[in-house]
């Protein structure tokens, strides 16, 4: 009896035990920025979220007043192309970009 009532609390503590998923992953390239990498950025995001779906800090290329602009390496032909964004106060305010 006592070991069917082990059995069962085992049992029923890892039916409520809750699941661990990894969530969605944005970037599928580690230090490099792809076209839809870049398509996915909005104004208005934030610098974090940025990084985040870049999946690298990129470079400072200026900073200004409230204004600091970013280069990253972008993964297709990285020596001929270029990935830009400007954020104003910490927020995207333009981008653009050459995948030569």
Same mark, same amino acid.
């Given at each position: 009896?006592?070991?069917?009532?082990?059995?069962?609390?085992?049992?029923?503590?890892?039916? &409520?035990?809750? &699941?661990? &998923?990894?969530?969605?992953?944005?970037? @599928?390239?580690?230090?490099? &920025?792809? /076209?839809?990498?870049?398509?996915?950025?909005?104004?208005?995001?934030?610098? @974090?979220?940025?990084?985040?779906?870049?999946?690298?800090?990129?470079?400072? !290329?200026?900073?200004?007043?409230?204004?600091?602009?970013? !280069?990253?390496?972008?993964?297709?032909?990285?020596?001929?192309?270029?990935?830009?964004?400007?954020?104003?106060?910490?927020?995207?305010?333009? /981008?653009?970009?050459?995948?030569?």
């Amino acid at each position: 009896m006592r070991r069917s009532l082990s059995a069962i609390a085992a049992a029923l503590a890892i039916a &409520v035990t809750p &699941v661990l &998923v990894a969530g969605p992953v944005h970037a @599928d390239t580690s230090g490099c &920025v792809t /076209k839809s990498e870049f398509r996915a950025v909005r104004k208005g995001f934030n610098m @974090d979220r940025v990084h985040n779906r870049f999946d690298t800090a990129g470079r400072l !290329e200026s900073q200004f007043g409230g204004y600091k602009s970013r !280069e990253y390496r972008a993964c297709r032909h990285p020596r001929y192309s270029y990935v830009s964004v400007t954020y104003h106060h910490g927020r995207v305010d333009s /981008k653009s970009a050459y995948f030569g």
